[in-house]
C-alpha cells in the first residue's frame, strides 16, 4: 500500500498514547476532532505501519482531579459556552481506543496482529478510501474485530464495515458479502448475528 | 481449460464443495454462499475436481441445511432483502447429492483413454461446478457422422451427442406418457439413424406420423423422414384411401394374403381377438390338416356343419372351433386382406431396405386398430426376420456381404411384448438376440409396464420422458444401476421436450432437453434445404465452380 504523500498533516489525528499489541489510544491533537467510530487509521512510518479500527471515543478533563464543571445556566447557546471559557479546549482531551488489526511491513499489507506495537508519540492519521477499500478487500478484520478485548464490538464492527463499504465501487455488494463473513464466524449466535445485521441494512 | 487440458470451472453458474457422502449414497456437496439451490436441477451434470482424478457425475438431490439449529426458533428477519441476501448460502445454505459416474484421469496420456466408470469418490473439500461444454464433449463425443445431436444436457448449450452405431448394435426403447414428445424423440432418433447410415429403418408408423408429415400439439404440422431425407426414404401404406386423402402418393401398397397368415399370428392376437387357448390352438391343428397356405381360408369358407365335423376331427370342442371361426371373420373385412394374394409385401420391403432405403410403412385408418397393427407388424417382422436370418447365416458360411443392419421400430409395444404374449412374437426374440441377425427394434411406449420383464432388461438404450406411474418408473429402470437415484431425476422431468437418457449408447445417464424439431432451422441443421434455397446453392456453386453466367 503505497503511503507516502498521504503523511499530510491534514490527515494527521493525534498521536499514540498508550500502546499494546492488541490495542492503543491516541490523543487527538484538537479538540472533539476524533476520526468517527469504526474509522480505519494507521499509525507508525514505512516499514512498520500498524492499522488499527477506532473502537472507543471519549472526552474528559486533562487533568483526572479536575472534575469539569456546568458552565452554561446564563448562556444561550454551548458554543457560547467555550467562547466565554476558552481555556476549557486547553483543559479538555479527546482520546480514542483503536483496535490493531493489521499491519504493513517490507513483506506487504497483513491483516492480523502486527508483531510490536506502534510507538507512543507516532502519529496517528485517517485512512483516505483508496486504503480502505485495499485493506477491506480482505474480509479478515471481522474475524479480529469480533475477537478484540473491547466493549460494544457489534457496534464497532457495524461501524466499520458500513464506513468501508463507501469506499468499495459497489458498497451494497460489499456489505452482503461482509454480511456473509460475519454469518460464518457468528455460527451459533443467530442473536448477534442478526442485531449486526440490521445495523448493516440501514 | 487448465495446464492440463482438463476443462476449468469459470464457466460454471454455481460451485460447491465436497463435504462427506459415499459411492453407493452419493456425494454431498455444500453449495458456496454465492450459489443459490435455486440455479441447480436434479439431472444437472456436474464435474468435481479431484486430486487426481476429474470425476463426472449427476445431482440427484437438492436440500436445506442450515449452520445453526437455533435457525428456526429464531429466524432471521429475511423480510429485509440485504439480510436475505446475507443468510442464503451461509447460514441457510444448499447442499446437493451428486452421484458420481465417471472418471478422467488427469494424468497425460491416461485421458486419451477416454471417461471409465467411478470406482471411487472425489477426496473431502474437491471443487465442484457445474460440468462444462468441454466435459460433455470429451464424454458424450462431438457432432459428426457417427454422433448425432440429440439435445442439449439441463441448462447448457453444448450439444450432446449419442452414439448411433453404438446405439442401434442392441434393442433399444423410447418411453414416456402420452403428449411428453417420445414421438418427436423417436424421429429424431430415425433421422440420426439415417443421416449415420449405421442402419436401415423399418418404421412400423401406427398413427402415420414419421413417413411424410407429422402434427405437433396445437395442430402445428412438422415435415415427416419424407420430406427431410427425399430419395432415402420411401412410404409404404396399407390403407392407400388415407394416404390419398392426406395427398401422399405411396411408393408401395402392402397387402397382406391369407397365405401367408400362420398360427403364430392368431397366437399373438389371442388377447385382441379374445380367444381362449383352446380356440388358439385349434389352429395348429388346422394347419396340419390343410397346410400352411390354405388352412385359414379353409375355415372361414366351411359351413357350420362342416365345421362341427372338423372340430370332431381335430379333437377341439365344438364352441371353440366357432368361436375361432367367427373372430377370424373379422380379418375379412380389413381392406388389406388380399384373398388372389400375388403380392409379395415381404420381398418388396426387403428389396428397398437391401438398396439401403429406410421404409416407413403408414398404416392409415388401420392404426386405430389394434389388431390389424399388431397382426401386420408380427407377420411382417417374422418374415423380414426370417429372411434376415437366411442372410447372416450366407455370409457367415460363404463370407458374403452381411445384410446392412436394420432396426425396426415399433409403437404401442406393449401390445406385442407384454407378458404370456412376447414368448409368442418375433418381437420377444429379436430383443433377446440382440444383434445376432443385424435386426434390432426401437420400441416406443407409453405403457413400460406392460411389457415383459425379460424384454425390458434385454433393452440396450432407453430414453425416458415423463412417467407418472410408478410401476412404469419402476419397470423402465430395472436392471440398472443407481436405480433408485435416477428416480428422482426421472421424476423431476419436465412434461415437454425432456428425456432421460440411459443404457449401452450413453457412458452415463444424462438428462436432455431434447433438439428442436419442426422449425425451419431445426430442418436446416438435419440437412433439409427447402427446394428454393436448394436451386439457390446450386447456382451459387455453378458459379463458384466456372464463374458468373453470361446474360
Same mark, same amino acid.
Given at each position: ?202 | ?384 426376420? %426370417? ?5 447372416? %447365416? ?38 433377446? %438376440? ?76 444424462? %438428462? ?40
Amino acid at each position: 500500500m503505497a503511503v507516502k504523500g498521504k503523511t499530510a498533516k491534514a490527515h494527521r489525528v493525534g498521536e499514540v498514547v498508550s500502546a499494546s499489541t492488541a490495542a492503543f489510544q491516541v490523543h487527538c491533537h484538537k479538540l472533539y476532532e476524533a476520526p468517527p467510530l469504526g474509522s480505519l487509521i494507521r499509525c507508525g512510518t514505512d516499514g512498520s505501519l500498524v492499522y488499527g479500527v477506532v473502537a472507543n471515543i471519549l472526552t474528559e478533563s486533562l487533568d483526572p482531579s479536575r472534575k469539569p464543571i456546568a458552565r452554561g445556566a446564563d448562556e444561550d447557546s454551548e458554543e457560547a459556552v467555550y467562547r466565554s471559557n476558552p481555556q476549557l479546549t486547553r483543559l479538555l482531551a479527546t482520546r480514542f481506543d483503536a483496535v490493531a488489526v493489521g499491519f504493513q511491513d517490507s513483506g506487504g499489507l497483513h491483516r492480523y496482529l502486527a508483531p510490536l506495537p506502534p510507538r507512543v508519540h507516532s502519529f496517528a492519521y485517517r485512512c483516505d478510501e483508496g486504503e480502505a477499500r485495499e485493506f477491506t478487500e480482505s474480509l479478515e478484520p471481522i474475524a479480529v474485530l469480533l475477537g478484540a478485548p473491547i466493549a460494544s464490538q457489534d457496534e464497532v464492527v457495524a461501524a466499520f464495515l458500513r464506513l468501508a463499504s463507501r469506499a468499495h465501487p459497489d458498497p451494497q455488494a460489499f456489505l452482503v458479502r461482509a454480511g456473509k463473513e460475519l454469518a460464518v464466524q457468528l455460527i451459533g449466535q443467530s442473536q448477534r448475528l442478526n442485531a449486526i445485521l440490521r445495523r448493516l441494512s440501514r | 481449460m487448465t495446464e492440463d487440458g482438463m476443462p476449468d470451472f469459470k464457466g460454471s453458474a454455481w460451485r460447491g464443495l465436497v463435504i462427506g457422502g459415499s459411492l453407493t449414497d452419493g456425494v454431498d456437496v455444500r453449495l458456496d454462499p454465492d450459489a443459490s439451490v435455486e440455479d441447480i436441477k436434479v439431472g444437472t451434470l456436474v464435474a468435481i475436481e479431484g486430486e487426481r482424478m476429474r470425476f463426472l457425475g449427476q445431482v440427484t438431490d437438492v436440500s436445506l441445511a442450515s449452520a445453526d439449529r437455533t435457525l428456526g426458533a429464531a429466524p432471521p428477519d429475511v423480510s429485509d432483502p440485504f439480510i436475505a441476501r446475507v443468510v442464503s448460502g451461509t447460514t441457510a445454505y444448499g447442499t446437493i447429492k451428486v452421484a458420481p459416474r465417471l472418471v478422467l484421469s488427469k494424468e497425460v496420456g491416461i485421458a486419451a483413454e477416454g471417461p471409465q466408470p467411478a470406482k471411487t469418490v472425489p477426496a473431502h473439500f474437491s471443487r465442484v461446478a457445474q460440468a462444462s461444454g468441454g466435459d460433455v464433449e470429451l464424454v458424450f463425443g462431438k457432432e459428426d457422422k457417427h454422433h448425432f445431436w440429440i439435445g442439449n444436457p439441463l441448462d447448457m448449450e453444448t450439444k450432446l451427442c449419442l452414439d448411433i452405431h453404438k446405439f442401434v448394435e442392441r434393442s433399444n426403447g423410447v418411453f414416456g406418457k402420452s403428449g411428453t414428445g417420445k414421438t418427436f424423440l423417436t424421429r429424431l432418433l430415425l433421422a440420426g439413424i439415417l443421416q449415420s447410415g449405421a442402419a436401415v429403418n423399418l418404421v412400423f408408423d401406427m398413427h402415420s406420423e414419421y413417413g411424410w408429415a407429422g402434427y405437433a400439439e396445437g395442430g402445428k404440422e412438422v415435415k415427416g423422414l419424407k420430406q427431410l431425407f427425399g430419395s432415402k426414404v420411401a412410404v409404404f401404406s396399407l390403407d392407400e384411401e388415407s394416404s390419398k386423402r392426406r395427398g401422399i402418393s405411396p411408393d408401395y401398397v402392402v397387402r397382406i394374403g391369407y397365405e401367408e397368415i400362420e398360427p403364430q399370428d392368431i397366437q399373438v392376437l389371442r388377447g385382441a381377438l379374445g380367444l381362449s387357448d383352446p380356440a388358439a390352438d385349434a389352429t395348429y391343428s388346422l394347419q396340419r390338416k390343410f397346410g400352411r397356405k390354405a388352412w385359414l381360408r379353409e375355415l372361414l369358407s366351411l359351413e357350420p356343419e362342416a365345421l362341427s365335423g372338423l372340430a370332431d376331427e381335430l379333437n377341439v370342442v365344438q364352441g371353440a372351433m366357432a368361436t375361432l371361426q367367427r373372430r377370424l371373420a373379422r380379418l375379412e373385412r380389413f381392406g388389406f386382406m388380399d384373398p388372389a394374394s400375388t403380392h409379395d409385401s415381404v420381398a418388396h420391403i426387403l428389396d428397398y431396405l437391401g438398396r439401403g432405403m429406410h421404409v416407413v410403412l403408414e398404416f392409415g385408418g388401420y392404426g386405430r386398430d389394434t389388431l390389424a397393427y399388431v397382426l401386420v407388424a408380427n407377420l411382417l417382422t417374422r418374415r423380414i426376420y %426370417e429372411r434376415y436370418a437366411e442372410m447372416k %447365416e450366407r455370409a457367415l458360411s460363404e463370407r458374403a456381404a452381411e445384410p446392412t443392419p436394420l432396426v425396426i421400430t415399433i409403437e404401442e409395444a406393449h401390445r406385442f411384448l407384454q407378458s404370456g404374449v412376447a414368448e409368442q412374437t418375433i418381437f420377444a426374440t429379436i430383443a433377446r %438376440e440382440l444383434r445376432k441377425y443385424n435386426v434390432t427394434l426401437l420400441v416406443v411406449d407409453q405403457r413400460p409396464s406392460s411389457i415383459d420383464t425379460e424384454v425390458m432388461s434385454q433393452l440396450g438404450t432407453k430414453l425416458v420422458c415423463l412417467l407418472d406411474d410408478e410401476r412404469d418408473v419402476d419397470a423402465v429402470l430395472t436392471g440398472t444401476s443407481g436405480a433408485s437415484k435416477l428416480k428422482s431425476v426421472l421424476a423431476s422431468l419436465d412434461s415437454k421436450q425432456q428425456a432421460l437418457l440411459f443404457g449401452h449408447a450413453v457412458p452415463m445417464p444424462v %438428462e436432455i432437453r431434447t433438439r428442436d424439431y419442426g422449425t425451419p432451422d431445426s430442418y436446416l441443421s438435419l440437412g433439409h434445404l427447402d427446394p428454393a434455397e436448394r436451386k439457390a446453392r446450386i447456382e451459387r456453386d455453378i458459379a463458384g465452380l466456372f464463374g458468373p453466367r453470361e446474360g
